[in-house]
């Protein structure tokens, strides 16, 4: 039986092809189990699953306990519910129902998200799929590669995709910036990308804990008008659900939110008397131009 490592090694064979050295961009190849470039530098497989092309950055904020508790509210509380099959349904009209796909995932974190939404592809009987969630914190990435191994976890700089221009058929980004010059550059020509934002109600209860009353409703609309310009045939879906909140869910929600990180002890004790949290979100979708 072959190890995690050794999965990964086999399995980014469908990659090599199009991986680009971060240091200089130039292609890598495979030479003693590491990926090189020309230049020779060169990149590890973790044991436990996971590629490393970031390996000098050192995430201060976005720490094992967030990606914890992200995993926990989407797993054990469906705190997404069933928007990964309304996105697919939305997708259906982009697709090509006889052509494999490449998928990436910017932003992936612990990977939830991009495993829930593979599961939906899965269910709706669409051709074969290859997937690699790509995220800058180590600690996401390691969560994701012990979660599943449904894709290809890779650390990597969102800013500076490590992949060769035109080799990505679809990409997510989930309540995640987004460089549109970057995924513009990888994206083949017709290629879709689906990006979630913030609805105007997301998490409000929330928000009234410790913003001013006038920044509690999100305003979303220069995120909609921006994507607008960038990429052609665009559709918008919309996701809204009421989320009854225990105490263990609510701890959950205060320690993967960033909303909370300058939180005073008092916006602390009454965020932690909310019951329930709107989840309100815009699924934005177009093509490459």
């Not at 497989?45 to 996971?50: H, P, T």
């Not at 992949?163 to 309540?175: M, P, V």
């Not at 109600?201 to 310009?229: H, M, T, W």
């Not at 320690?255 to 949290?277: E, G, V």
């Amino acid at each position: 039986m072959l190890s995690k490592r050794e999965t990964t090694i086999q399995e980014l064979n469908r990659w090599t092809p199009h991986l680009l050295c971060p240091h200089c961009h130039q292609p890598l190849k495979w030479e003693n189990n590491q990926l090189r470039c020309q230049n020779r530098h060169s990149f590890d497989i973790a044991k436990s699953g996971y590629l490393n092309l970031a390996p000098q950055h050192h995430e201060k904020h976005y720490t094992k306990d967030l990606f914890i508790a992200r995993q926990l509210l989407m797993n054990d509380y469906q705190f997404y519910g069933d928007i990964y099959q309304q996105m697919m349904t939305a997708l259906i009209p982009y697709l090509t129902a006889d052509k494999p796909q490449r998928l990436l995932d910017l932003g992936t974190g612990e990977g939830t998200h991009f495993i829930q939404f593979l599961k939906a592809w899965q269910n709706h009987q669409y051709p074969e799929v290859t997937g690699m969630g790509i995220d800058l914190a180590k600690a996401g990435i390691q969560l994701a590669a012990k979660q599943s191994a449904a894709a290809r976890w890779t650390i990597a700089d969102l800013s500076h995709i490590p992949l060769a221009d035109n080799s990505i058929d679809g990409i997510l980004t989930i309540l995640s910036p987004a460089n549109y010059q970057e995924i513009k550059r990888v994206l083949k020509p017709n290629g879709w990308i689906l990006k979630i934002i913030p609805g105007p109600n997301y998490l409000k209860e929330l928000r009234a804990c410790v913003l001013p009353p006038e920044d509690v409703i999100n305003d979303g609309q220069s995120s909609i008008q921006r994507f607008n310009e960038q990429f052609t045939e665009t559709s918008m879906i919309r996701y809204q659900r009421d989320v009854p909140l225990s105490d263990e869910a609510n701890q959950a929600l205060q320690t993967m939110t960033p909303l909370m990180w300058h939180a005073s002890k008092n916006q602390r004790t009454q965020a932690s008397q909310l019951h329930h949290i709107q989840v309100d979100l815009h699924g934005l979708i177009g093509k490459n131009n």
